[in-house]
């Protein structure tokens, strides 16, 4: 057995929303201790919740992510366990510092000498405004790895808009590219998946800043303009413009490398069908051999026999057909019953699961995916996702459950920085040390 | 300036996109990453987009963008002599790297075994579907597949019909980069500890436990009963794609800033009525549909670029849904020197999609284009210790391909 990769690595976590708290909870996940500092003045909007303390009722209007607290209630720190954001508390610590005051940005420095990875995704000007610049951090510790993640970048006409990932995935071509065929784009669902890709490329990136700095002895700036980012998931797209000035539209559920039939289908619902209850199968076939086997599956239907459907072209040429026949047939079926018969002939078949439907899948709970963890304050213990990582000599576990806000005040101020008992008293009656926000934040 | 992995070497086993997305940022930061194609190539050399649509195993747009700065070999494993030449390179690497489905690389007899055997500091991560234990192990996948098991494929779209995905194999990217991650981790055990290990990477795991709205509908559900559904529209209220003169524009969050929305619509006088300061007036449907009717009437007086410059004085959350020809065309990122200008034999020159990070002391690099079929096939065994009679022979008993 070693230690994790990064457990002699400390990451200072200026992050908010998603893709930054992403990749620090990677890195966390991999042994870095990942301090959250975090201004109990100041609710970051869409990190530890929309507001602060939301009222039981509010609640019941939004949709389940992000109203869905413990318990259908607010609890009494709600910004300890907002659906939408808790799943990127694990493995860190939290303090709290107002960083707006000069004895704040002092304690910010001192805690970066003590670093060596410093990580922010705010809009450029949002820390120069602080006084927390490059050169600022670099002067702190000249070591320093400092990731900057803005949503453009740091330079350009958009340097100072604002963004969250649907915007990114808007702005590089994405919201155009997928959704119903025959529908109007404006029924596209807000997704948020440039964040997903910026918070694992911020990890690596800060790993391979780590590796450099063993060789050469220098940190260095990263800059993650995550517009810029975004752009590797739509390959096919901009090659296709890059080598063919061609504008590809979206195709729904379809193949964008024409393989068919490849779809999401209609399965048989439970009892009652309600909303919640639809059931849906996605089914794609890549290769004559997976054709063949589908068709067995099917009972070798008169329609699936004609000649032109023999080849993966004859197929891509007759996919409305092949669509309307396959959502006839699926539709007889419950969903994992299909799914199993479909895997067991070598077609590539899943259930489309709904949420609820994560912690019974068999295959979930023998990957042990699902565990659970203690929320602070005794709100209740839940089933929250295990770290991805599998490195059987370095297993990464979850040995911090969800942080609450300033749950690690004592370690930071005491232990790190070792201020007196005296000082720290002092900052805690001048409202930097606190574990609530200030009764002033909505 | 060199990028920062220019000391590591990855000998790389991966075909199709999840696995050769994930060795490419390591090549596009400066690492050796060696390509092992099977004879006729990685299966990717057949995807579209193809140059002038020219169906060709040069021409795939898409293998070209998961293979830059690779170095390609072509090898026959299922030979003996193919086996011991994949020994030679495994004594010159850092990492292995595979995604072939669960026990192949075994069977090949070239498996997690017999690399620890031979080089114990080195290790193997196996990137597969749904990993390399469990009930669905052996099961197959694809994008639409995978990520309608472990990712928010299902409330993707509207109510009354089919969940609808994301743009092409996006899905597949995002495992990638996480993949990436795991890779790395397991190269600085390995350089810093002197540990192999065999890391199983899952898809379905990356996406179960990543960062998209699936681990948050989860954990919504999981906390409150509540399940999360398939709707139109932003889940963060008064949000989502909405239409103006020329085209479409998405906000965010609009809601919790109405005076900021009302500072970019230039602060006419209906927005001074007090109840929009009110938080809950968002929540009020008759209120909504007021904002609504000022909002879309201002919108479609305006242009996207209009829409957006408004927005970003305001500090408003929106962007203008852009085409990837807008794109290329963009001052903000022509200025940034996204774009890169690229040469292949069979393809041409061109410009496409750059780094996806800058990194001030180690930068990103294109060294080279993908490489064709075999390309350093020839290389690559003379580096290995083989002479020139040697590499021809081998080719012409087919174990490798030499270009």
């Known amino acids: 057995m070693g230690h994790l990769p990064l457990s002699d690595v400390r990451v200072i976590d200026f992050s908010v929303v998603w893709a930054g708290p992403f990749a620090t909870m990677l890195l966390a996940d991999l042994g870095a201790e990942v301090i959250k500092v975090e201004n109990p003045h100041v609710l970051q909007p869409a990190t530890r919740g929309g507001i602060a303390r939301p009222s039981k009722a509010m609640l019941q209007t939004q949709d389940a992510i992000i109203g869905g607290y413990p318990n259908n209630e607010p609890g009494p720190r709600p910004w300890n366990y907002h659906p939408f954001f808790v799943q990127l508390y694990r493995n860190k610590k939290s303090c709290t510092v107002d960083w707006r005051r000069p004895e704040g940005l002092e304690i910010i420095g001192r805690l970066v000498a003590k670093a060596d990875v410093f990580i922010e995704n705010t809009v450029q000007g949002t820390l120069e405004r602080l006084g927390i610049t490059y ?14 993640m803005p949503a453009y970048g740091l330079s350009g006409p958009y340097a100072s808009a604002r963004a969250f990932g649907a915007q990114l995935e808007s702005v590089m071509g994405h919201t155009l590219l997928r959704g119903y065929r025959d529908l109007d784009v404006s029924s596209n669902r807000a997704i948020y998946s440039a964040d997903y890709l910026a918070g694992t490329q911020g990890a690596l990136a800060v790993m391979m800043a780590l590796w450099h700095r063993k060789k050469t002895g220098r940190g260095q700036l990263i800059e993650i303009g995550q517009a810029e980012n975004a752009s590797g998931m ?102 994992y019953d299909l799914f199993h018969r479909l895997q067991a002939a070598g077609v590539p078949a899943a259930p489309v699961l709904e949420a609820s439907r994560l912690f019974d899948d068999p295959h979930v709970q023998a990957r042990g995916i699902y565990q659970p963890q203690r929320l602070f304050d005794d709100v209740g213990t839940f089933r929250f996702t295990t770290p991805f990582y599998r490195l059987p000599e370095t297993p990464a576990t979850v040995h911090q459950p ?18 007196s008992d005296e000082e720290y008293e002092r900052l805690k009656a001048d409202g930097h040390i606190a574990m609530d926000f200030d009764p002033s934040i909505a | 300036m060199a990028g920062p992995l220019d000391d590591l070497t990855i000998l790389d086993l991966t075909h199709y996109i999840t696995g050769p997305y994930a060795t490419k940022l390591f090549a596009d930061y400066g690492a050796d990453v060696i390509k092992i194609e099977r004879p006729g190539g990685d299966p990717a050399r057949r995807l579209g987009p193809f140059k002038d649509e020219q169906e060709h195993p040069e021409r795939s747009g898409t293998f070209f963008y998961l293979n830059t700065n690779k170095r390609s070999l072509v090898l026959d494993l299922q030979q003996e002599q193919g086996r011991d030449i994949f020994a030679r390179l495994v004594d010159g690497a850092d990492i292995v790297v595979e995604n072939f489905r669960p026990g192949v690389l075994d069977a090949l007899g070239i498996g997690w075994e017999f690399i620890h055997s031979r080089r114990p500091g080195v290790p193997l991560v196996s990137i597969s579907n749904f990993g390399q234990s469990g009930p669905y192990r052996d099961y197959k996948g694809s994008e639409l597949v995978l990520y309608g098991f472990a990712g928010e494929l299902y409330t993707m779209g509207v109510a009354e019909r089919e969940p609808v995905k994301m743009y092409g194999t996006a899905a597949l990217i995002e495992s990638g980069a996480a993949a990436s991650t795991a890779i790395m981790a397991a190269c600085m055990v390995g350089r810093e500890q002197s540990i192999g290990q065999h890391v199983d990477f899952a898809i379905t795991d990356s996406h179960l436990g990543g960062v998209d709205r699936r681990h948050a509908s989860a954990i919504a559900y999981e906390f409150s009963g509540r399940k999360p559904l398939r709707h139109a529209g932003s889940a963060m209220g008064l949000g989502g794609v909405y239409p103006c003169a020329d085209g479409y524009v998405e ?7 109405l005076d900021r929305m009302a500072d970019m619509m230039g602060s006419p006088e209906w927005s001074q009525d007090p109840k929009w300061a009110d938080p809950r007036a968002v929540a009020d449907p008759v209120l909504v549909e007021e904002f609504s009717g000022h909002f879309y009437a201002w919108l479609m007086d305006r242009t996207r670029r209009e829409v957006w410059a408004e927005a970003r004085r305001a500090r408003v959350v929106c962007g203008p849904l852009f085409t990837v020809q807008e794109l290329f065309d963009d001052p903000h990122f022509r200025e940034r020197g996204f774009w890169q200008t690229v040469t292949h034999p069979e393809m041409g020159t061109f410009e496409m999609p750059g780094r996806p990070f800058i990194m001030n002391d180690s930068p990103w690099e294109l060294r080279r284009p993908a490489p064709l079929l075999g390309e350093h096939t020839a290389e690559l065994l003379r580096e290995a210790g083989y002479a020139d009679g040697e590499i021809e022979e081998l080719a012409a008993q087919r174990v490798v391909e030499v270009r």
């Open chain 2, 251 to 257: 906000f965010t969050g609009a809601a919790r800033f």
């Open chain 1, 402 to 419: 969800p942080v609450a806000l300033g749950e690690h005040n004592d370690y930071v101020y005491r232990e790190l920085l070792g201020v």
């Open chain 1, 234 to 335: 739509f390959v096919q797209a901009f090659m296709d413009y890059a080598l063919n000035g061609n504008v590809q539209t979206r195709i729904g559920n379809r193949s964008v490398h024409d393989a068919a039939p490849y779809g999401v289908y209609p399965c048989l619902s439970p009892g009652n069908a309600t909303e919640a209850e639809d059931r849906w199968i996605a089914i794609t076939v890549t290769s004559d051999e997976e054709w063949l086997a589908l068709r067995k599956v099917m009972g070798d239907p008169a329609w699936a026999n004609a000649a032109d459907l023999a080849t993966n072209a004859g197929r891509a040429a007759e996919q409305d057909l092949l669509d309307e026949k396959l959502a006839e047939w699926t539709r007889g079926f419950d969903d």
């Open chain 1, 135 to 148: 050169e600022w951090l670099r002067e702190m510790n000249e070591e320093i790895i400092v990731v900057r």
